[in-house]
């Protein structure tokens, strides 16, 4: 097993095991026991009981992302989510929409990536990550969606291949306008005990210096 001595150094490393209802679930865990580790991907998610089970298997306290693709994993995203030891949500698109019998497009599974979104909100978890982009040549595409998800309140988007590695960064990156503006909130904020300030003519006030915080966070 290849995860086994990925030999990635200086970065975090998420395997994807395969699913819980699949004959080879187990032996992908007793194979990872002692393998180093940021996280584990567990694929078809829909039981709240087999993030535990995992981790149990596991031997330690290691954090597990809920790749939700079904109508069945949506329905219990709210427990799932909430189990012990999940760090976010993983939104899988094409699954979901196979298992929906819709096309996957942005428009007939937006309710979904809402859903994902606000559960994951309301549980204080870091924003779920966007599904995949098939078309691996045209990463233009592959930009518009993830800035697109970024837009919906994703933190994040899988990429299937290497190539698509820098549109999503890119997509999620905040520019260099965004940066300037967020700099220009604070120093208005910093610069008083006002609870409103005006900045480039519109008003600034807790909401928009909490973005403005989260922009610069997200620039580094």
């Known amino acids: 097993m290849a995860a086994q001595s990925h030999g990635i150094a200086g970065l975090p490393v998420y395997v994807r095991i395969n699913g819980?209802?699949?004959?080879?679930?187990d032996d992908d865990l007793q194979a990872l026991n002692n393998t180093a580790l940021a996280g584990i991907v567990l694929p078809k998610a829909d039981e709240p009981d087999v993030v535990a089970r995992l981790?149990?298997?596991?031997?330690?306290d290691i954090p597990v992302l809920p790749l939700i693709e079904s109508a069945r994993g949506m329905e219990?995203?709210?427990?799932?989510?909430?189990?012990?030891?999940?760090?976010?949500?993983i939104f899988g698109s094409l699954d979901y929409a196979l298992d929906m019998g819709c096309v996957a497009e942005w428009q007939p599974l937006l309710p979904?990536?809402?859903?994902l979104v606000q559960t994951s909100r309301s549980l204080g978890l870091p924003a779920p990550i966007d599904g995949v982009t098939t078309n691996v040549k045209d990463l233009t595409q592959t930009r518009t969606e993830a800035?697109?998800?970024?837009?919906?309140?994703?933190?994040?988007?899988?990429?299937?291949?290497?190539?698509?590695?820098?549109?999503?960064?890119?997509?999620?990156?905040p520019g260099q306008e965004q940066v300037a503006w967020a700099r220009r909130v604070l120093e208005a904020a910093g610069s008083g005990d006002a609870a409103v300030y005006i900045v480039d003519g519109a008003m600034v006030d807790a909401p928009v210096i909490k973005k403005a915080r989260d922009i610069l966070r997200r620039s580094k």
């Open 76 to 89: 219990a995203r709210q427990a799932l989510l909430s189990a012990e030891g999940v760090l976010c949500a």
């Open 112 to 115: 979904a990536r809402m859903s």
């Open 147 to 173: 800035a697109l998800a970024r837009d919906h309140g994703f933190g994040g988007k899988l990429a299937i291949h290497p190539a698509q590695v820098e549109p999503i960064l890119d997509a999620f990156r």
């Open 55 to 60: 981790r149990k298997m596991l031997d330690r």
């Open 20 to 25: 819980a209802d699949t004959p080879w679930h």
